[in-house]
C-alpha cells in the first residue's frame, strides 16, 4: 500500500508507517537540537528533564492527539477545518497558516548555513583558520550574498521533494543557546577531535541537514496544500506560488542577519511564534474542540479502533481542566519574556 491515498479527493496516509515517518519529520526539528540543551542547562539539567517529560506525557500527548482528533474529524485543510458552525472560527486556520510561514521562512536561512558547514568541512574546514568559530560564523551570516545563495539552495531542496561543550576555553551558557551551540561550540569540539572530528562533523552537519529538511517539508506542506484546496491551482502550481513567497521572506531574513536591515528578523520571528504564536494556536484548538467539535464527538474519534477504551475519559479531563490550565500559563510567561526578547 503507498504511504497516500486518495480519500474524498484529498491526499491521505495509506500506511501507519508513512504516517509516522512524516509526523517525526515534523516533531524533530532543530529545536532539539540546539534549543532544548541550553534550555536544560539554564533552568537545573536533571531536575528540568524531569518536569520536561511530565509535561510531555500530559500537555504533549494531550496536545498531539487533540490534533489528530480535529484533522480526523473534520478531514480538511487547516482554513476550512476551523470554518464550521454559525460562528465560524476560520481564524485559528489562519494561525495555523501563519505560524509555518514565519518559521519556514528562518527554517531555511538557518538550513543554508547547515548547507555552508557541511561543504566547509568537506573542504577540509579552512573556514576555521586561527580557530575563530565565532569570527568565521559571523563572518558568514554577515555576507547577504553567499549567506543569501546557501538559502536558496536548501529551499531549493525542499521544493523539489516536498558536558562537552562547557568545558571549552571561552565557552559559556550563552554560547549554546540556538545558533551558537550548532555554529560555534560544535566546531570547536570537533577541532579539539583531530582528524577524526573532520568525520563526526560532517556526519552531524547531514544529520542536522536531514532534520532541518525534514520540518521544512512538512512546514510548507501546510501551506501548499491549503493553498491547493483553497483556489483552482494544479499542486504544482501552489508549490511554485509557495515556493517563491517563502523565497522573497527567507531572503529577507538571511540579509537582515548582515544587519542591513536593521533588525534581526530570524529571532523576530522566532520568538514571536514559540513564545506567543504557538501556545496561542494551541489553547484555541483546545476550546475549538471542546465547544464546537464536542467532546462526546472527539471521543468517538480518538477511541476509534482504540483498544485502551478507558483512556477517553482520562483524556476529556486532561483536554477540559489540565491543558487549557498549563497553556495558559505557558503563553503568559511567553508574552512576558517576548516582551524582553524585542
Known sequence: MSDLMENKGRSSFGSKFGFIMAAVGSAVGLGNIWRFPY???????????????????????????LEFTIGRNRNANVLDAF??????????????????FLIVSYYNVIGGWILKYLTAFFDGGSMFDGGDYAGAFGGFVGDPVWS?????????????????????????????????????????????????GTV??????LLVLFAAWTSAISLLEVLISALNEKTKLSRKGATLVVGGV????????????????????????DSLTTYVMLPLTGLLMCFFLI???????????????????????????AIKF???????????????????VI
Open 39 to 65: 534550555i536544560a542547562a539554564k533552568f537545573g539539567g536533571g531536575l528540568f528533564l524531569m518536569l520536561y517529560l511530565v509535561i510531555v506525557v500530559v500537555l504533549g500527548f494531550s496536545m498531539l492527539t
Open 83 to 100: 470554518a464550521v458552525g454559525k460562528k465560524k472560527r476560520s481564524f485559528i486556520g489562519w494561525l495555523c497558516i501563519l505560524i509555518p
Open 148 to 196: 543569501s545563495v546557501f538559502t536558496v539552495i536548501f529551499l531549493a531542496l525542499c521544493l523539489a521533494v516536498l558536558p562537552a561543550v562547557f568545558s571549552l576555553p571561552s565557552i559559556t551558557l550563552n554560547d549554546v543557546q540556538g545558533a551558537g551551540l550548532v555554529f560555534k561550540v560544535f566546531p570547536a569540539i570537533f577541532a579539539d577531535m583531530g582528524g577524526f
Open 200 to 205: 563526526v562533523a560532517i556526519i552531524f552537519f
Open 246 to 269: 517563502i523565497l522573497c521572506t527567507s531572503v529577507l531574513v538571511s540579509i537582515s542577519q548582515s544587519g542591513l536591515l536593521g533588525v534581526d528578523l530570524l529571532d523576530v520571528f
Open 291 to 317: 465547544k464546537v467539535i464536542g467532546m462526546k464527538s472527539a471521543k468517538e474519534e480518538l477511541l476509534l479502533n482504540c483498544k485502551a477504551q478507558k483512556l477517553g475519559k482520562v483524556w476529556e479531563i
Open 322 to 340: 489540565v491543558v487549557p490550565v498549563l497553556i495558559t500559563f505557558i503563553l503568559v510567561m511567553g508574552i512576558l519574556t517576548w516582551t524582553k
